[in-house]
């Protein structure tokens, strides 16, 4: 087993690239099923929108956006595995998004969305990519944000631990654990618990506008029951509409 910790996540994402966008394009994906079209109603009309997607994978998701009408947009990632042939008005950039508006070709560059789709945990101080990320929006624009819900960790811990689900919840210490997409390599990350991204939004101002938890609907469910029960064990995805506070 490959062991990638939050330090070497550029190799990690690099190894298991192909993997991830396979297991996305699948017709059961929860991402096709649940997450994206969750994301997409949130993100609304993007007719004319310039859009920066900070963990963008291969950029299939900013080039759907681009074919929606978006205006010239920018995805970035490590892993640096993109389409290879993106829209007119897309531009994919290989780089960490720890920092955005350091990186060569953003400097200066603002942007009406800026999305972190299941990307912000890779980055080193959360609380400065915030603060990167909302000085880089126009007036009006907001940062769409989504991470696992807390409660899976947890879970996974404590099954694998054999401890509880509170003190797996609060626990510091970080997660190491095996991907589905590809057996043989492992990621570690940080835990986090609800209080702990409310607070990095807040000390990075901005202000949750919206936020949502979504969920297979009654025909999917019935399609793909093994996705309703791992739903139903493990929760999913929280998707915040985040802006900024106008004392900031």
């Known amino acids: 087993m490959v062991t990638r910790d939050t330090q070497d996540s550029s190799q990690a ?16 994906s929860l991402d096709r099923l649940v997450e994206w079209p969750a994301e997409r109603e949130v993100l609304g009309d993007v007719t004319g929108c310039s859009i920066l997607d900070l963990g963008c994978g291969n950029g299939g998701k900013l080039a759907e956006l681009a074919r929606d009408g978006a205006g010239a947009s920018v995805g970035v990632d490590v892993g640096g595995n993109f389409l ?4 007119p008005r897309v531009e994919l950039i290989r780089g960490d998004l720890s920092d955005p508006g350091s990186l060569p070709g953003l400097s200066g560059r603002t942007f009406d969305r800026i999305l972190f789709l299941q990307s912000f945990g890779y980055a080193k101080d959360p609380v ?11 007036e009006g624009g907001f940062i769409l944000l989504t991470r696992t819900q807390p409660i899976r960790y947890a ?22 654990y095996r991907t589905g997409w590809n057996e043989h390599i492992a990621l570690t990350k940080r835990t986090y618990t609800m209080s702990d991204l409310l607070n990095a939004f807040s000390a990075a101002g901005l202000w ?25 064990k493990y929760l999913g995805i929280l998707i915040f509409k985040l802006r900024p506070l106008t004392s900031h």
Do not use: C
Request: avoid cysteine.
């Open 13 to 28: 994402w690099r190894d298991l690239a192909a993997d991830y966008e396979r297991a996305r394009a699948r017709e059961d």
């Open 84 to 87: 290879t042939s993106p829209p």
């Open 128 to 138: 400065h990519t915030l603060r990167a990320a909302r000085a880089m929006l126009n």
């Open 155 to 176: 879970v996974e811990r404590a099954e694998q631990n054999g401890t509880t689900l509170g003190e797996e919840y609060f626990s510091k210490v970080d997660y190491t």
């Open 208 to 232: 949750i506008e919206t936020a949502a938890e979504p969920h297979l609907d009654e025909e999917a469910a019935r399609r793909y029951p093994h996705k309703q029960a791992w739903m139903n």
